[in-house]
């Protein structure tokens, strides 16, 4: 099992900066791909990124790249997602999640969830 927690949501206003944290505990972290993805209301669950287990393969979602990072950090259990120039579309429930092994743009593929953390963006 991974227990998977995120953190660093809130409310910006357009423009600003947040930086999400996805605290990992349980099996080995370095085995695992973390994926980011989003939820807004009414919406279906949106890939933004993954990153792979040695962190030397990183995929995007076409809406956030150049605008979003990815990283981890195997020594600290923790995957973060670095999100700039935030937009009000950008709203959503962020939740961090992690799968073993391989690389997927796809929810489906991923085995464990965060609770999710909420950022929203006045304009």
């Known amino acids: 099992q991974v227990q998977l927690v995120e953190s660093g949501g809130g409310l910006v206003q357009a423009g600003d900066s947040l930086r999400l944290s996805c605290a990992a505990s349980?099996?080995?972290?370095?085995?695992?791909?973390m994926g980011w993805f989003r939820q807004a209301p009414g919406k279906e669950r949106e890939f933004l990124a993954s990153?792979?287990?040695?962190?030397?393969?990183?995929l995007y979602a076409d809406s956030v790249k150049g605008r979003f990072t990815i990283s981890r950090d195997n020594a600290k259990n923790t995957a973060y997602l670095q999100m700039n120039s935030l937009k009000p579309e950008d709203t959503a429930v962020y939740y961090c999640?992690?799968?073993?092994?391989?690389?997927?743009?796809?929810?489906?593929?991923?085995?464990?969830w965060g609770q999710g953390t909420q950022v929203t963006v006045s304009s």
């Open positions: 999640a992690a799968r073993y092994s391989r690389q997927y743009r796809y929810d489906y593929r991923y085995d464990y």
């Open positions: 990153v792979s287990p040695s962190g030397d393969s990183i």
């Open positions: 349980g099996r080995t972290f370095s085995s695992f791909t």
